[in-house]
């Protein structure tokens, strides 16, 4: 089931801390071309990108969530546009 690990990138503008703040987590990318992830990663965030943890390459491509589960702490990402050398 696990096929490869990634980093995700989220970006969330925060006007109580003063602009955009930054975060990264890490995730599996799972059967059905699907990134799963902790909940708590995505929270309240309002761009996400994620990048693969291969060195050779280090594009950052954009993600949204598909579906998210708070209660038990896990979400699911796909890619905005489908990118098979992603995979």
């Not at 089931?1 to 801390?17: G, K, P, S």
């Not at 929270?43 to 050779?56: E, H």
């Amino acid at each position: 089931i696990c096929q490869r690990e990634f980093c995700v990138r989220m970006t969330e503008y925060d006007v109580w801390l003063g602009g955009v703040q930054q975060a990264t987590g890490s995730g599996v990318v799972i059967v059905g071309k699907k990134i799963l992830t902790a909940a708590h990663v995505v929270a309240d965030q309002t761009f996400l990108q994620v990048q693969k943890t291969d060195i050779n390459d280090p594009e950052l491509r954009p993600a949204r969530v598909f579906a998210v589960s708070h209660e038990c702490d896990l979400a699911l990402l796909e890619l905005e546009e489908d990118d098979p050398t992603f995979y």
